[in-house]
C-alpha cells in the first residue's frame, strides 16, 4: 500500500474509557504551540516543526515521542477555509515528504482554500523511530515481504518470522508497540489541537484512507472534508492481513495494462525498443517464465553482490504495476534479464537494491502487527501458499505467506469498526485496476461507510488516484469537492 505498497507488519480500554484517557491526557499534558522554520523545497514556502505526544495517550505522564510536523500556508486568507491534512500510506511512508512533493500540486488545484499540513506518523523519518536489531539480511524488501522459495516452500520465511519478530520484542520494547492506527489517529487529533483547529479536513492515500477512516470514526465532530484515495477492506477482523491478501487479486487485475502497453507497435519504434511480444496475451507467460528461469539461474546485476533472482524480480513487477510511468522500465529489465550475451547485466530498480535501514523495517512490520492479531498456524500458511500460487502465479504466494505478526504479542487494542455513523462528508477515489487496494477491496469501505461516503470509481490503473494516476473526471470531482463541499448526488464512474 505505500511507496510500492510496502505492507509492513495500547491499552485495552472500552470506548468510555479510550474517551476518558484522552480527557486525562489533555488535562495533565496540554498541547503547545508550534515553533515553525522554514524547510522543504525553494520556493514551495514549506515550514516545519516538532510536536511532542505521549507514547501512550493511557499514561499522559509518561515517555513522549516528537513528530516531525510540515505545512504550506494559504496565501489566500479571504478565500482560506481551514486545514487540509494529508495522510501518507504505507504503514511506513513520510508525510512530510509526500508534502513536499504533492503541495505545489495541491496549492495550483485548492488555490489558497487550506492550510496543507503533513507529519511524519511514530515510527517515520524525522519522528521518533524504533529499532528491531535486525540483521541485514532480514532487512530487504524480498525478504521483509514472505517471497516462497522457488519450490513454493516456506521453511525459510516462518524462520525469518519467527526471530523478526522475537528481535523486535526484544529491541523495540513499548515505544514499538506504540506504533498503531489508533494512535496515529490520535497523534493527528494532537496535531489538530495544536494547530487550534475545531475540525479538519483529509486527503488520505492507501494505507492513509484507513488512518483517515479511524479518525473519523473516533472523532466524527472533528473532520470537515475527507477524502480517502485507494482504499483496502476495514474488515477489523483482518484489517493489514485481508490487505496484504488482496495485492494477488489486485496484480491480476492490472497485469493487462501493462501487457498491452508492452506488446503495442509503439514500443518498436527506435526511441524504445521495449516491445515484449506481438499480442498482449503473449506477455503474462513470458514473464512468468523468465521469473521462473531466475529462481534456477540468478543473473549478476549491475550492483555488485547483488543478484536478480526470481523473487527480486517478481517484486519488481509488484512496484511496477503501481504507475504506467514505471512501465519502461521494467520492459528494459525484462529484455536485459533475457539477453543471451552475459555481459549484458540488467539494472535492479531502487529500493530493491540494498537493505532497508533498521527503523524502515520497523515501522513496517511494527504498525500491522500491533493492530490485530495474525493466525499463528504454520500449516495453515503452508496450505494457503500453495493455492494461491495456483490461483496467482504472478505473486506466487507471497500475499498469503507467513509474517512476523503470526509471532508477535497479542495487540492491547482491538481494531476499530468503520460505520456508516457519522457526517456525511467523505469522498471516496477508487482505481478499477489497483496492484495494492483493488476494486473489490474498495467496494468493502465503501459499503462500510454506507450513506457517509460517495465512491469516484475511476476506469484507470495503478495505486493512488488524485493527481496520480487517475484522470481529469476523477481529480475533477475530488479538487470539487475540496473547495467546495459538494459531492456526487451518487457514486459515479469516470471513463
Given at each position: 500500500?505505500?511507496?510500492?505498497?510496502?505492507?509492513?507488519?495500547?491499552?485495552?480500554?472500552?470506548?468510555?474509557?479510550?474517551?476518558?484517557?484522552?480527557?486525562?491526557?489533555?488535562?495533565?499534558?496540554?498541547?503547545?504551540?508550534?515553533?515553525?522554520?522554514?524547510?522543504?523545497p525553494?520556493?514551495?514556502?514549506?515550514?516545519?516543526?516538532?510536536?511532542?505526544?505521549?507514547?501512550?495517550?493511557?499514561?499522559?505522564?509518561?515517555?513522549?515521542?516528537?513528530?516531525?510536523?510540515?505545512?504550506?500556508?494559504?496565501?489566500?486568507?479571504?478565500?482560506?477555509?481551514?486545514?487540509?491534512?494529508?495522510?501518507?500510506?504505507?504503514?511506513?511512508?513520510?508525510?512530510v515528504?509526500?508534502?513536499?512533493?504533492k503541495?505545489?500540486?495541491?496549492?495550483?488545484?485548492?488555490g489558497?482554500?487550506?492550510?496543507?499540513v503533513?507529519?511524519?506518523?511514530?515510527?517515520?523519518?524525522?519522528?521518533?523511530?524504533?529499532?528491531?536489531?535486525?540483521?541485514?539480511?532480514?532487512?530487504?524488501?524480498?525478504?521483509?515481504?514472505?517471497?516462497?522459495?522457488?519450490?513454493g516452500?516456506?521453511?525459510?520465511?516462518?524462520a525469518?518470522?519467527?526471530?523478526?519478530?522475537?528481535?523486535?520484542?526484544?529491541?523495540?520494547?513499548?515505544?514499538?508497540?506504540?506504533?498503531?492506527?489508533?494512535?496515529?489517529?490520535?497523534?493527528?487529533?494532537?496535531?489538530?489541537?495544536?494547530?487550534?483547529?475545531?475540525?479538519?479536513?483529509?486527503?488520505?492515500?492507501?494505507?492513509?484512507?484507513?488512518?483517515?477512516?479511524?479518525?473519523?470514526?473516533?472523532?466524527?465532530?472533528?473532520t470537515?472534508r475527507?477524502?480517502?484515495?485507494?482504499?483496502s477492506?476495514?474488515?477489523?477482523k483482518?484489517?493489514?492481513?485481508?490487505?496484504?491478501?488482496?495485492?494477488?487479486?489486485?496484480?491480476?487485475?492490472?497485469?493487462?495494462?501493462?501487457?498491452?502497453?508492452?506488446?503495442?507497435?509503439?514500443?518498436?519504434?527506435?526511441?524504445?525498443?521495449?516491445?515484449?511480444?506481438?499480442?498482449?496475451?503473449d506477455?503474462?507467460?513470458?514473464?512468468?517464465?523468465?521469473?521462473?528461469?531466475l529462481?534456477r539461474?540468478?543473473?549478476?546485476?549491475?550492483?555488485?553482490?547483488?543478484?536478480?533472482?526470481?523473487?527480486?524480480?517478481?517484486?519488481?513487477l509488484?512496484?511496477?504495476?503501481?504507475?504506467d510511468?514505471?512501465?519502461?522500465?521494467?520492459?528494459?529489465?525484462v529484455?536485459?534479464?533475457?539477453?543471451?550475451?552475459?555481459?549484458?547485466?540488467?539494472?535492479?530498480?531502487?529500493?530493491?537494491?540494498?537493505?532497508?535501514?533498521?527503523?524502515?523495517?520497523?515501522i513496517?512490520?511494527g504498525?500491522?502487527?500491533?493492530?490485530?492479531?495474525?493466525?499463528?498456524?504454520?500449516?495453515?500458511?503452508?496450505?494457503?501458499?500453495?493455492?494461491?500460487?495456483?490461483?496467482?502465479?504472478?505473486?506466487?504466494?507471497?500475499?498469503?505467506?507467513?509474517?512476523?505478526?503470526?509471532?508477535?504479542?497479542?495487540?492491547?487494542?482491538k481494531?476499530?469498526?468503520?460505520?456508516?455513523?457519522?457526517?456525511?462528508?467523505?469522498?471516496?477515489?477508487?482505481?478499477?485496476?489497483?496492484?495494492?487496494?483493488?476494486?473489490?477491496?474498495?467496494?468493502?469501505?465503501?459499503?462500510?461507510?454506507?450513506?457517509?461516503?460517495?465512491?469516484?470509481?475511476?476506469?484507470?490503473?495503478?495505486?493512488?488516484?488524485?493527481?496520480?494516476?487517475?484522470?481529469?473526471?476523477?481529480?475533477?470531482?475530488?479538487?470539487?469537492?475540496?473547495?467546495?463541499?459538494?459531492?456526487?448526488?451518487?457514486?459515479?464512474?469516470?471513463?
Amino acid at each position: 500500500m505505500t511507496t510500492y505498497g510496502r505492507t509492513s507488519l495500547v491499552l485495552a480500554l472500552s470506548a468510555a474509557a479510550v474517551a476518558a484517557s484522552l480527557t486525562v491526557a489533555r488535562a495533565a499534558a496540554p498541547v503547545g504551540g508550534l515553533d515553525w522554520v522554514p524547510c522543504g523545497p525553494e520556493g514551495l514556502g514549506q515550514e516545519c516543526a516538532t510536536l511532542s505526544v505521549p507514547q501512550d495517550y493511557a499514561d499522559p505522564g509518561g515517555p513522549a515521542l516528537s513528530l516531525a510536523v510540515s505545512r504550506i500556508r494559504s496565501q489566500e486568507p479571504t478565500a482560506r477555509r481551514g486545514t487540509l491534512m494529508v495522510i501518507p500510506g504505507g504503514p511506513g511512508s513520510s508525510g512530510v515528504k509526500r508534502l513536499s512533493q504533492k503541495g505545489a500540486a495541491l496549492r495550483e488545484r485548492l488555490g489558497g482554500t487550506y492550510d496543507l499540513v503533513a507529519f511524519d506518523p511514530r515510527g517515520v523519518g524525522g519522528s521518533s523511530t524504533a529499532s528491531c536489531g535486525l540483521d541485514e539480511g532480514d532487512r530487504w524488501l524480498v525478504t521483509v515481504r514472505g517471497w516462497p522459495a522457488a519450490d513454493g516452500g516456506i521453511e525459510e520465511n516462518v524462520a525469518r518470522a519467527r526471530r523478526t519478530a522475537e528481535a523486535c520484542a526484544r529491541n523495540g520494547g513499548d515505544r514499538l508497540r506504540s506504533f498503531t492506527t489508533e494512535n496515529q489517529a490520535r497523534d493527528l487529533d494532537r496535531l489538530r489541537e495544536a494547530l487550534g483547529e475545531e475540525r479538519i479536513s483529509a486527503w488520505g492515500v492507501s494505507y492513509g484512507t484507513y488512518v483517515g477512516a479511524v479518525y473519523a470514526q473516533k472523532y466524527p465532530q472533528r473532520t470537515d472534508r475527507l477524502v480517502l484515495d485507494s482504499s483496502s477492506d476495514p474488515d477489523p477482523k483482518r484489517v493489514e492481513r485481508g490487505w496484504l491478501e488482496y495485492m494477488a487479486e489486485g496484480a491480476e487485475d492490472r497485469f493487462p495494462d501493462f501487457a498491452a502497453w508492452a506488446a503495442h507497435p509503439d514500443r518498436d519504434r527506435p526511441d524504445q525498443r521495449l516491445r515484449l511480444a506481438e499480442r498482449p496475451e503473449d506477455v503474462r507467460p513470458l514473464v512468468l517464465a523468465l521469473a521462473a528461469r531466475l529462481d534456477r539461474e540468478p543473473r549478476e546485476s549491475t550492483t555488485p553482490g547483488v543478484p536478480l533472482t526470481g523473487n527480486v524480480f517478481r517484486q519488481a513487477l509488484q512496484n511496477t504495476l503501481y504507475s504506467d510511468a514505471a512501465f519502461p522500465a521494467f520492459a528494459r529489465l525484462v529484455l536485459d534479464a533475457s539477453a543471451r550475451d552475459p555481459e549484458v547485466r540488467p539494472v535492479i530498480p531502487p529500493g530493491l537494491d540494498a537493505a532497508m535501514t533498521d527503523q524502515d523495517t520497523a515501522i513496517t512490520v511494527g504498525v500491522i502487527c500491533n493492530d490485530v492479531k495474525w493466525p499463528g498456524s504454520v500449516p495453515a500458511y503452508r496450505r494457503a501458499v500453495a493455492a494461491d500460487r495456483v490461483r496467482h502465479p504472478l505473486t506466487a504466494g507471497m500475499p498469503a505467506n507467513i509474517t512476523p505478526c503470526s509471532f508477535w504479542k497479542t495487540p492491547v487494542e482491538k481494531p476499530v469498526r468503520i460505520t456508516g455513523r457519522g457526517p456525511s462528508n467523505i469522498l471516496m477515489v477508487q482505481g478499477m485496476r489497483d496492484p495494492a487496494t483493488p476494486y473489490a477491496a474498495g467496494l468493502r469501505m465503501r459499503a462500510a461507510l454506507g450513506d457517509r461516503a460517495r465512491l469516484v470509481s475511476v476506469d484507470h490503473g495503478g495505486h493512488g488516484m488524485y493527481l496520480g494516476n487517475g484522470n481529469a473526471c476523477g481529480d475533477r470531482a475530488v479538487t470539487d469537492f475540496l473547495r467546495t463541499g459538494e459531492r456526487p448526488a451518487a457514486d459515479v464512474t469516470c471513463r
